[in-house]
Structure formats: structure tokens, C-alpha cells
């Protein structure tokens, strides 16, 4: 429950004016169907004849008459003063327009106040997606493990459709009903307080019985469903031995075994149909003996003309006026019911929605965050380790100074860590002990957003999005002009391809630039970190996966982009680390050699080997 108020707190408030109108328009519609039902009492006095008795108009208000004695009494005079004049045929066709018109509009409340209750069926079901999706972008890279990520999509489509169905339609049946049900309950202890005190003790036990019953009725057998599993497995068994069943002519015996099962699972199933066209019959027959009994005990009070709470009792129309809405009040407790029933389901989705929502996002801007400036001097990381999550220790005791405007290469075999250390610069994840140091500022004393600023990315796999070519270079700034956009794909390289391309930077790139090829993906990738223009530059083997002609392209692009600016490059290929000013060795995520080209190869070490293995 608590869950259902929380969900009302969050995402049902921000509509509480439609809410309010579903209540008024409800109460109308119940209000007018209670009147253009009570017309009932007046037609059938007067196409029965009952009516005898000559009623005097007595003036609202008039001391000694309740408003029930004022509002019958006036209502009859009204109705044989119409008879008077126009005659009873008349007045029947006025009375029948009238139910006529009171219903148009009870069902054009009832239409407005489930109309209002759509913004909210269909609100809420967004505000819950984009809450979830923000959340997605909020949460630091390594909450999102392979496992969780398949989860997010599943809790993304099937969790918040669940809570569509249950929850949000759901709300429009909450408000609805109960209105409904006090309305037409108060009606009924109006019209007459012994017969629905008769009925209220008595439905209930009734309308178990019927549900109990109907229950049984329905449910499916679980002996039929596990017959039905051995039939799929006796004919699987069968596909796999064909051979065998024929070789040893066994066809016969197997039919008969087979016969068997399906024999007695027709058995189980013919009782279950059974049962299952017995549950409406039985339940219409209960529901009426139902009627019939209000009909008895009403009809008997009705002769006696007193209800056993010691009341005048009410006239056979009346009845029947209590009858209709004896009548009216079944469908909304039933849909009452429905609701109530179907609320818990969309709340375990809820629940592990909330799971995401309330999930703690680990990579906070500091209180007060220091200002970041200019790059200036360098990045250092000082006696860094990290461990992921699952506790596998990937990085050990790393001290490194990178120096503005040098570029530093990491290598080593896969798995080393390289990754998950120039991940630690960007605070994708924070270290585990140690500290990193920009300018002499630790990191984490900076705003994430003012630290990401810094720097910018070219990784392995170009990254980008369904948008145009423009919309791709320029994702990371803003309001950049046309004409900035061109001389970024310019120095990239990019922009012969571009422009060969039917709609040049408008051309769309299909999902994940699928309509371009590996090389042109990373030369659009290479325009858009020239156009932020960043200090500091992250390069994760940005030319590895491509081919010699696309790689010098890309290469020539990519030393220009990385001249003036502070580089970190992680590198499978040796050749293209030959110029860095340092290369880093890591080895099972310790640096075991540090150097210039030359100087390693010389050592005769972890570089040199690497290096003999890729000569080969
Ligand atoms: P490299 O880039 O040198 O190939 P990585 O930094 O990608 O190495 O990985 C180093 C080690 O950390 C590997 O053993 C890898 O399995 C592990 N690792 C990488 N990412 C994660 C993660 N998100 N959770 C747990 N372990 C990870």
C-alpha cells in the first residue's frame, strides 16, 4: 500500500485538477441517473392507474413537511396537473423524454469524467519513462553491468506496461466507483432503509457464494496441464526414436501407448469444459434467486405496508425504482472489485521500477566544488588501485604524470586495464584508493560536469546516433554553427565524404552510422572532439579496427586533432605509439616499463615482446 501512495505522491499529483473534475462529473452522472430513473415511479402510477389520490402544491420550504414528503408530494401535484391539462398520454411521452434527456446527460458525465482521467491513464505512464530514462543517463557508467542493462530494458518496456494496465486504468475505476456506490447506497437507504438494510446483509454472503463458486468452476485443471506435457514429451520422444520405431516395427505399440495419454487427457479435459460452461448458468441462476429473494421479502413488506424498521413502506413503482438501482450499484462494485484486484500486480512492477529510481548515483558533484580553469600543468594519478564492483582487482599502485601537451601511451595485453584506466580520468568510475590530480586538484573536488569539459573522446568503435551528420558532430555543443561544424569535418578529413553524400550534413546516418563505413564513422567522431575543441584527449585504439587506407586517413586526422592538446592514448598497434613522448606498460594492471620507444625496445622487456609478437 504504501507503494500505491507513493506512486500517488509522485506521479498522480502533478494531475489533481483532471481528478477533481472526474469526482464532479461523477457525481453528476450518478445524480442524474438516479433521477431520470425515479421518472419510473410517476409512468407506472400512471400507466397502472394508481394513482388516486389529488395532490395539493405546497410551497417549498412550508414548516412541518421534510423534503423527501415536499419533493413527492409536489412532483405528483406537477404530474397530475400535467395530466389535467394535456391528458395521460401526453404526460407519458413527457416523462419518457425526460428519462430520455436525463440519461444523455448522466452518460455524457459519465463519458466527460473518464475523458478528463485520460491525461492522467497516458501522463503518468510517460512521466514514469522519462523518470526511468533521465535516471539511465543520471547513473555513473558502472551501475550498468550487462546483466542490468538487459533488466533495465526489460523493467522499460514490461514493468511500466504493467503498471499501464493495472495502475493507471486502474485510477479511473478508484475514483468512479465508490462515488457511484455511496451515491446510488445513499439512494437506496432513502428510498427505503429496511430493504436495504435487508440487502446488505444479505448480498454480500450471496455474491461470495457466486464468487467462490464461479472460482471453482473456472479453474483449470493442473492434472490436464502436466497430461498435456507428457503428450509434447512422449512425441518428442518419438521424433528422436523414429529410427528405432521403425526398424523394429513398433509403430502399433507406440500408437497405443500414445493413445493412452491422449485418452485420459481427454477425460481430465472434458470435466474441466464441463466445468467451465457450468459457471455462467450457475452464476445467472444464483444472481437471480438473488433478485427473487429481494423481490419476496420486498413484495411481503410491500402487502404488509410496513418495513420491519417500523416505517410507512413504499408503493410497488417504488419497488421497482429500488429494484434499477439495486441494479445500477452491481456493475461498479464489481469494477470496484476488479480494480482492487489488479492493483497489487502493477505494484510489484512499481516496486522494481523503483529499484532503478532509488538506485544511488555514486559519482556526486562535491558540496563545494572547486573552480576547474584552465588546463595548465598536467594530470597526475598518485598511488591509484580500483576495484570493480564484483571485487576484481584490476588496477594496483599506478603513479603517472602526464604533462599538458604530451601524449602518453598505454600498452599492454588485453585485459591489463587500460580501459578501466583512462575510464578513472573522466570519473566514468571513482578510484579505489589513491587520488588523481588535474592541475593539482584532486577530481573529485571538481563538478563532473566542469572535469568532463576537459576532455574529449575517440574510441575503438565510434559512438553516435541516429541524427544527421551535423547533429552527430555537433553533439556536444551547442548552438554550433554550420559554418564550425564544416571546419571540424575539414581537419577530420571527413568532409569529401560528407559532401558526396545526397543531403551533405543533413544526410542521416541510419542507427549507429550504420550507412557509413568504419573509417568515415571515426572521422565523424574525430570532427565532433575538434569541435569541442577539449585540453585533454582520450583515444582508445582509434584506428585498430580499420584498414590500412582508411587508417592513414584517419591517422592524418587524428595527429592533427592531438597536435597542442594533452593526449592519452591506449594503443594495440605499436607502430602508432612510436612518436609518444612516454609509453606505459601495463601489465595485470601494474606499470612494469615506462619509456620512450627506443629506450624499451632496448630494455628488453614486456615492450619488447609485445613489439617481436606484432612483427610477426
Ligand atoms: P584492457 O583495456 O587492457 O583490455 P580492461 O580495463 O578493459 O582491460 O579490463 C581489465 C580487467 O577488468 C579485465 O579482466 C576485465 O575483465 C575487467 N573488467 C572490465 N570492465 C569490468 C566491469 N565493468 N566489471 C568488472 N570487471 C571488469
Redesign the pocket.
Known sequence: MKEFFRLLREYVSPYKKYVGWSVVLNILSAVFNVFSFSFIIPMLNILFGLETQVYEFIPWGSAGYSFKELLINNAYWYVGDFIARHGAINTLFMLSGLVAFMTLLKTACYFGSSAVMVPIRTGVVKDIRLKVYNKILALP??FF?QERKGDIIARMSGDVNEVETSITSSIDLLVKNPILIIIYFGTLLYISPSLTLFTVIFAPIFIWIMGVIGRTLKRKSLEAQSLWSDTMAQVEETLGGLRVVKAFNAEKKMSSRFEGVTDSMKKKTARVFLRQVLAHPVSEFLGTVMIVIVLCFGGALILRGKGFLGEDFIDAPTFIFFMVILYSVIAPIKELAKAIYAIPKGLASMERINKILDAVNTIQDPAEPLETGEFTDSIRFENVSFT???G?N??TGIDLTIKKGKMVA?V??????????V?LIPRF?DVTEGRILIDGKDIRSLRVKDLRELMGNVNQDPILFNDSVYGNIAFGVENASMESVREAARIANAEEFILEKEEGYDSNIGDRGVKLSGGQRQRLSIARAILKNPPILIL?EATASLDTQSERIVQEALDRLMSSRTTIA?AHRLSTVRNADEIIV?HE?RIVERGRHEELIALGGYYKRLYDMQSL
Open positions: 557508467i558502472g553491468s570493480y564492483e564484483d576484481k584490476v588496477l598505454i599492454g595485453e588485453s585485459g591489463a586495464g587500460k580501459s578501466t584506466l575510464d568510475y582508445d591506449i601495463l594492471g
